[in-house]
């Protein structure tokens, strides 16, 4: 049956602000509710990606009417006129988000308004509408209450959000889309750390440039992506470390932020990663392991431009303490062995107990896995 809901509280403060005449309202106020009459079951472990929880949260969008009437449904297929310019130009856009059971059995996200944030941006460069970030929050938070039988219960797992956005102009002009799409998907993922990777550098292929969308969470940048992930893996590699520009300055790995925790050129201990200068991701976990590490004032933090160079030379005289990518789907992944595709390789040893990245990790675990410490950063479904 179809019922209209209450809004949620996190929605009740911007109900009275609303009118459909703003265009840019997501008017998540009126969110209706169709439930799904069919309940899947919930396997047990699944590759990533793979199953989707019972609902979905959409919203349409046109230049004329501006967001309609949010809905939440059973999951299911779209439809799409062919010429749909997210199939023909990417004009396409997603977030990324996980929901956590802690130990009290309250479900938590980690600071989701920054992916909020990241998502509006990401709209603005790709000449999608703008849209109320708290509404669409409160809608998600919604859907995620829905579902929240699929949050596991045991066990390190958690349910990742997938929030997306989609130009659905039907006409193959290239121009900003009169109609759009915005979307909510969800499914369960498992825990993955302490993984040693190995990463594949070489220079010939760049993920984003100055003046480019990587900066932004737009699906192109992914898409082109996947030539030079298989050719990584056809070296035993399971990540490309994105390199940029002559000097070949370290980036990004796979779908990571970059951090190398070493002890510099002028022999201060420090953790560095590369700047916001547009061809790099604002990572959330990016911004808290800076935000905690700043806090702990132990060693200099910087976000700086590191290079090939500077990396091999601290290799070679072992001031490299580790070397570890950040992001939400992985969490916190160590870096094991990275290869360099034109000329040599080099071995980093396995994270120790007291690497960094395994503290912030177990600082990680016990905000967002138990809750066991109550934190701004997270936000309580
Ligand atoms: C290219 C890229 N870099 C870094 C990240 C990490 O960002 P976050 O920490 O917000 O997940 C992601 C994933 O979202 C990404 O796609």
Known sequence: GLRVLNSTSAMSSHVLNHSHQDLSSLPGSDLVVQLSTSLQRKPDVVDFGTVFTDHMLSVEWNANGGWQTPLIRPFGDLSLHPACSALHYA???????????????????????????????????????????????????????????????LGSGCLYIRPTFIGT???????????????????????????????????????????????????????????????????????????????????????????????????????????????????????????????????????????MGQLCSALKQQRLKEMFGSGTACRILLSGL????????????????????SNLLRINFALFQHGRSPSDWTYLV
């Open 169 to 307: 102009e039907p006409s193959l002009g290239v121009k900003k889309p009169n109609r759009a799409l915005l979307y909510v998907i969800m499914c369960q993922a498992g825990s993955y750390f302490n993984t040693e990777l190995s990463l594949w550098a070489d220079p010939k292929y760049t993920r984003a440039w100055k003046g480019g969308t990587g900066d932004c969470k737009m699906g192109g940048n992914y898409g082109g992506t996947l030539f030079a992930q298989q050719e990584a893996g056809s070296y035993d590699c399971q990540q490309v470390l994105w390199l940029y520009g002559e000097d070949h300055q370290i980036t990004e790995g796979g779908t990571m932020n970059i951090f190398l925790h070493w002890i510099n050129e002028d022999g201060d201990e420090e953790l560095a990663t590369p700047p916001l200068d547009g061809i790099i991701l604002p990572g959330v976990t990016r911004q808290s392991i800076l935000d905690l590490a700043r806090k702990w004032d132990e060693f200099k933090v910087s976000e700086r431009y590191l290079t």
């Open 338 to 357: 990275a290869r360099c595709g034109f000329s040599f390789f080099f071995c980093l040893g396995p994270p120790g107990d007291k690497s960094l990245s």
């Open 91 to 153: 004009v396409e856009l997603f977030e990324g988000l996980k929901v956590y059971r802690g130990d009290d059995k309250r479900l938590r996200l980690f600071r989701p308004l920054l992916n909020m944030e990241r998502m509006s941006k990401s709209a603005k460069r790709a000449c999608l509408p703008a849209f109320d970030q708290s509404e669409l929050l409160g809608c998600i938070k919604r859907l995620i209450e829905i579902d929240q039988d699929w949050v596991p219960h």
